[in-house]
């Protein structure tokens, strides 16, 4: 089972996002993260129902966070995605016969719960402006970003697409 990156990809994008100060392109964030702006469309309009971003269309349009980083949390993000799964396991009978494999689903239900119980929590606790601000201690020990001043950002990013 292919993982899902969709929690990731928008956190990437929110980021660059509070770092740029004119809107960002579907089309733009569709080349950082090498999708098509379409798919970028898609990701984006929860945060956009949810207020966290809106768009803009025409000359200049794109899309601009509605809401500080330091307002928004992983678990808001996940949620905002429609709560995309979070474990590739999965018992392969939900409703099985055979008492051998209600016992191995009790196991594997009651530990695969608990541990998405806890996952939620610390989503819960993680606020986008922490990673940002882990962005930025980064950036000032990258070799190519050294001597920028604070606020000023390279061109073009070689890492991000």
């Known amino acids: ?5 969709r929690l990731s990809r928008m956190l990437h ?6 770092e740029h100060d004119a809107p960002l392109t579907s089309e733009s964030i569709g080349k ?22 809106q768009s803009e269309k025409g000359h200049g ?29 999965g018992l392969a009978d939900s409703e ?7 016992a191995v689903n009790a ?7 608990e541990s998405r119980r806890l996952l939620l929590a610390r989503f819960s606790t993680i606020r986008i402006d922490q990673l940002a601000r882990d962005f930025q201690e980064r950036l000032k020990q990258h070799p190519e970003y050294r001597g920028l001043l604070p606020g000023q950002h390279p061109d073009h990013d070689p890492h991000c697409g």
């Open 1 to 5: 089972m292919r993982s899902d990156n």
């Open 13 to 18: 994008v929110l980021i660059h996002m509070a």
């Open 32 to 53: 950082m993260l090498n999708t098509n702006p379409v798919v970028v469309r898609r990701m984006m309009s929860g945060l956009r129902e949810r207020g966290y971003v």
């Open 61 to 89: 349009g794109g899309w601009v966070l509605t809401r500080k980083l330091s307002e928004l949390t992983l678990l808001d993000v996940y949620q905002a995605l429609g709560e995309p799964p979070i474990f590739a396991l």
């Open 96 to 102: 099985p016969k055979c008492l051998v494999e209600q």
């Open 107 to 113: 196991g594997l239900d009651g530990a695969l719960s």
